[in-house]
């Protein structure tokens, strides 16, 4: 059964990104604003991995070079077939690769001086900032501008990948560039090897090349950490514990039954709002999945343990059975304009398709399938 990393923690970081920082604790980060919310800029991201070609096949345009070679170049290239072939399954691996992967890019308002009312936008390297005045935006020369928010690039790394610190070092200059801000770059790794732990990126021998530090957490390095008396009631804790929990028991499924009940017990004893139940469910839904049998045994259980607690969130199981309606239908019409534009499409897409369970993420993948250039590109 196919965990759902990515739509887990891309909501994750979207709702508790607060509860995120103050968990990871890493010193030196910038202040900020507690008037402010924080953003994400998650279309801006689609628009980077496209332009760092993450959608791209490299050879393509090896290809096109050795088409030009001749006759006798052609005879020692491999067939068609077995190139398009060896496409495919490069393609498949990428894919693979993208939904063990979460990128979020979050922009994070700085707090400005009393009196000062500056737009947020403005940065570094532009010639002044923009001041609202009488509904128009008026550009103030200024010798040094300042941005008024820095981002923090955030990867959730779940299986070993030997091209992270390079990518990460991609993305922070290209946002670097774009924003002339201040950009910290935060890799979270859910594996469970103890080994790997990807150092700082270099691109040469110092002082000639180009290198990134970057902030490096590992999940299973928290497992004490979060069961610290002041991280009680952190919403991030008990993704951490849900995520390790599903990665240990993926070939023992009566054994995730049982300590998702018990992190659904803690849920309650550690007195999150009814809110922040309902929400968190849906999380642990996507990250410890069970079969179908199971989950009407869980459901039995949890309605059990809502009544004899006597909490007022007795309505958590109609709510997630109403998701599970809207989540069904957005499906299908992600197909649906899918196959409108580009005729059957695989049973691995579709599979893909139907293992979302986000409804932000199938609106974001809806829009996508009726706009993207090709299947390929999806």
Not at 185 to 202: C, E, H, Y
Not at 227 to 236: K, T
Request: aromatic share 6%.
């Amino acid at each position: 059964m196919r965990i759902d990393f990515d739509s887990a923690w891309k909501d994750t970081t979207d709702v508790y990104f607060t509860a995120l920082l103050e968990l990871l604790d890493t010193p030196g980060l910038p202040s900020f604003s507690n008037h402010e919310p924080v953003s994400c800029l998650d279309q801006e991201m689609q628009e980077l991995a496209r332009a760092l070609s993450d959608d791209r096949d490299p050879e393509d345009a090896a290809n096109k070079v050795e088409g030009g070679a001749g006759e006798a170049g052609l005879e020692s290239q491999p067939r068609w077939d077995e190139r398009q072939d060896g496409r495919q399954k490069r393609r498949r691996a990428r894919r693979k690769s993208r939904r063990l992967r979460v990128d979020k890019l979050v922009r994070v308002p700085l707090p400005q001086p009393a009196g000062l009312d500056t737009e947020a936008a403005g940065s570094a390297g532009s010639a002044g900032s923009v001041t609202r005045l009488a509904g128009r935006s008026v550009k103030k020369a200024t010798t040094a501008a300042r941005p008024a928010y820095w981002l923090a690039h955030i990867e959730v790394q779940t299986q070993r990948d030997s091209t992270l610190p390079r990518r990460l070092f991609d993305y922070h200059y290209h946002i670097e560039r774009r924003h002339r801000c201040r950009v910290i770059t935060f890799a979270i790794l859910g594996d469970l090897s103890p080994s790997w732990r990807p150092g700082s990126f270099s691109s040469d021998i110092p002082p000639l090349g180009m290198g990134l530090g970057y902030v490096t957490i590992k999940l299973i390095d928290l497992e004490e950490k979060i069961e610290l008396p002041r991280f009680r009631g952190n919403p991030v804790a008990v993704v951490i514990r849900a995520h390790l929990a599903a990665l240990r028991t993926r070939h023992n499924l009566e054994a995730r039954l049982t300590q998702r009940l018990a992190l659904c017990r803690r849920l309650y004893e550690e007195g999150f709002s009814q809110k922040d139940v309902v929400f968190i469910h849906g999380l642990i839904d996507r990250l410890m999945i069970l079969p179908s049998p199971l989950m009407v045994r869980f459901r039995q259980e949890l309605f059990t343990l809502e009544k004899d607690k006597n909490m007022p969130y007795v309505d958590t199981l109609t709510r997630m059975s109403r998701q599970e309606g809207s989540l069904a239908q957005a499906r299908e019409s992600v197909i649906e304009a899918l196959e409108i534009r580009f005729g059957e499409i695989s049973a691995d897409l579709r599979e893909r398709i139907n293992a979302l369970d986000n409804l932000r993420t199938l609106k974001a993948q809806l829009r996508r399938a009726i706009t993207v250039p090709s299947l390929d590109q999806f």
